[in-house]
């Protein structure tokens, strides 16, 4: 337990004396991308962006270190962000019903004290008038949970009692088009 421990933790080092070099030498690239496209972007997400290595640490990460992979990802999730006002969310924004079908929550912890964020399948079926809706109400879930616990990761749980087909591969859909442009790795347990 003591060797996995330790190797975690070295491999970390690495990970982030690697990405150190890495913004380093990209610097004034990645400055450039969103100089050119800052009116795309909500200023409170570059601002962070710029002031946050751990962030700019994570998108390197998720993308295998790819700076160009990278760039593409910081651009697309903060045209989401803004697109979906996720700074500005708060549950005024979300229509009453979402929450009544504890669809998407938090609760509990797992074995290793990460929160745990569930969906219930059975509750996800594909509408696209209320796609943009379900999007907005998982942003809003994600960032009240980032902002209260910043830098812990979660859990995802998907509770798939009762979900047939329809739900499963709507959920999928849906799951896949939104949280990598949320910025997965900025949240959650691997």
């Known amino acids: ?25 990209y610097s004034a690239r990645l400055e450039a991308v969103i100089a050119a496209k800052a009116e795309k972007y909500d200023p409170r997400d570059v601002e962070k962006l ?6 700019v640490h994570n998108y390197l990460q998720w993308r295998l270190f790819n700076m160009d992979d990278t760039l593409k990802m910081i651009d697309e999730s903060f045209q989401w962000r803004k697109e979906y006002r996720v ?3 708060t549950e005024n924004d979300i229509p009453t019903w979402m929450f009544d079908t504890g669809a998407v929550y938090l609760h509990g912890y797992d074995k290793e004290g990460n929160k745990l964020f569930w969906f219930r399948v059975k509750m996800h079926v594909k509408d696209a008038k209320t796609a943009s809706d379900k999007k907005r109400y998982v942003a809003f ?9 910043p830098g ?9 009692t009762e979900s047939g087909i329809t739900n499963i591969v709507s959920m999928a859909g849906f799951v896949w088009g939104v949280f990598p442009l949320f910025f997965l790795s900025r949240y959650f347990h691997k």
Not at 152 to 160: A, E, G, I, S
């Open 152 to 160: 812990m990761p979660l859990t995802v749980v998907f509770d798939m």
């Open 50 to 55: 710029q002031k946050d290595d751990d962030l």
């Open 1 to 25: 337990m003591e060797l996995e421990r330790c190797c975690k933790e070295e491999w970390a080092k690495l990970a982030k004396d690697r990405c150190a070099k890495l913004v380093k030498s």
């Open 87 to 89: 700074n500005d969310l």
């Open 141 to 149: 879930w994600l960032e009240r949970y980032a902002r209260r616990e």
